[in-house]
């Protein structure tokens, strides 16, 4: 059985009254796994205009696949 077959099958075992905070759990859990991605890209785009500044101008084409 996967995970998302498990959390489904407990889900079915709550309360309708408990599902809100389920659901406000799972929003804020997503809301943060975002941040860490937007982080990750920050700090991607920060490295890539590092080696700018260090090597000179590089090809768009060679950035793109950078990030």
Do not use: Y
């Amino acid at each position: 059985m996967t995970t998302r077959e498990r959390l489904i099958q407990e889900l079915a075992t709550l309360p309708d009254t408990a599902l809100p905070q389920v659901l406000d759990f799972i929003k804020t859990l997503n809301t943060q796994l975002e941040a860490e991605e937007d982080e990750r890209d920050r700090t991607d785009a920060i490295a890539a205009l590092q080696d700018i500044e260090r090597e000179g101008t590089i090809a768009w084409e060679t950035l793109k696949a950078e990030l």
